[in-house]
């Protein structure tokens, strides 16, 4: 009989709770915060004290719209890490309570091991193509940018990551620059597709092997607007499209080249894109050039298990349910954890 877990996740400023039977999706909800929005970033203190008000009504959302209840719960997956103290706290202190409560299994969960999970997410009634192992999985969130070799379920090597910035860090401050609203990611996406991607050119760094810098990118690109608003200083506004078209070029050509290479040397061409900046359209644009040009067979997730979601963990707390991976009531957060 499949298993039922219940997934948590809390590590930024998302809650989420979701309910999975075996591989099979059955709820997932998720409340997120707009007290961040006047802050231009997120607040931990604030973030820590929505998520205390937001997990129960979450969770039993999430209950509801699965149609089970609490006894019907084998075992409660939640993040650990990574991401904020505080926030995290709320997550594994709400999942400690439960599993104690219901005396039931309890499994801890990275958060960026579940990204890459994410598209083995099955839905009711419809079954869909999964990655077939090994496989490569570009992960670009607003704090990390990885290109990960998954060789099974709980079986990962980073083999290429950012050695500063991450590729939404970069979305989301350059945006800032611009004077747009945060989270400026998605406001450049929908920008950039008015504008010429060739209109200007940015930095693009030389770093060796498979990894990868932003920094200076946000650095080119400051200096440029610094430089053309002393002569214009409506160039901005004059020019907000093309500017958006061609740094989300190039911070899509900086990711592409460097999975390209990876792809070249292993010699994979099942090619994976997880996390949250995986919802940008000219990043999809480059995985689908990627499975003309190459022949790579290219795995996209719904948008709904892009973003922090409690799906994801909740897929990966079954797979560890399958090998038995639990850990008792002293387990503790970690703000920093890598695969």
């Known amino acids: 009989m499949n298993p039922v877990i219940l997934g948590i996740e809390s590590s930024c ?12 999706i059955l709820s997932n909800v998720v409340a997120g915060q707009k007290v961040h929005e006047e802050y231009g970033g997120v607040v931990p203190e604030l973030a820590s004290r929505a998520h205390q008000q937001n997990i129960i009504p979450v969770v039993h959302k999430a209950l509801k719209d699965a149609g089970v209840t609490v006894s019907d719960i084998s075992a409660i997956a939640f993040t650990r890490g990574p991401g904020l103290l505080g926030s995290l706290m709320v997550g594994t202190s709400f999942a400690k309570g439960f599993a104690l409560a219901r005396n039931i299994p309890l499994i801890e969960v990275n958060h960026l091991q579940a990204h890459v999970l994410a598209h083995f997410i099955q839905e009711p009634g419809q079954q869909h193509k999964v990655p077939e192992f090994p496989f490569l999985c570009l992960l670009v969130s607003g704090g990390n940018s990885q290109i990960v070799l998954v060789r099974d379920y709980l079986d990962m090597e980073i083999i290429g990551q950012t050695i500063d910035d991450a590729a939404g860090e970069a979305f989301d401050k350059c945006a800032k620059v611009m004077g747009l609203p945060y ?8 920008l950039a597709k008015e504008g010429n991607p060739n209109a200007f050119e940015f930095a693009k760094p030389r770093i060796p092997d498979f990894d990868y810098s932003f920094s200076g990118l946000k650095t080119s690109f400051l200096y440029f607007l610094r430089d053309h608003i002393k002569e214009d200083p409506g160039f901005i506004d004059n020019h907000r499209a093309d500017l958006c078209a061609s740094l989300q070029k190039t911070i899509v050509d900086i990711l592409m080249e460097k999975l390209v290479a990876a792809a070249r040397k292993t010699g994979i061409k099942e090619i994976a894109l997880a996390g949250g900046v995986s919802a940008n359209s000219g990043l ?11 022949g790579w067979n290219i795995y996209i997730p719904k948008f709904a ?5 409690a799906a994801m ?22 703000a920093r954890m890598i695969l």
């Open 305 to 309: 298990y892009t973003t922090d979601n």
């Open 13 to 24: 400023d998302d809650t989420s709770a979701a309910i999975i039977k075996g591989d099979t």
């Open 284 to 294: 999809r644009q480059a995985f689908l050039d990627g499975q003309k040009n190459y």
């Open 183 to 190: 989270p400026g990611g998605p406001l450049i996406d929908k």
């Open 313 to 334: 963990i909740a897929i990966t707390g079954y797979f560890k349910y399958l090998r038995k991976q639990f850990v008792g009531q002293d387990v503790a957060p970690f």
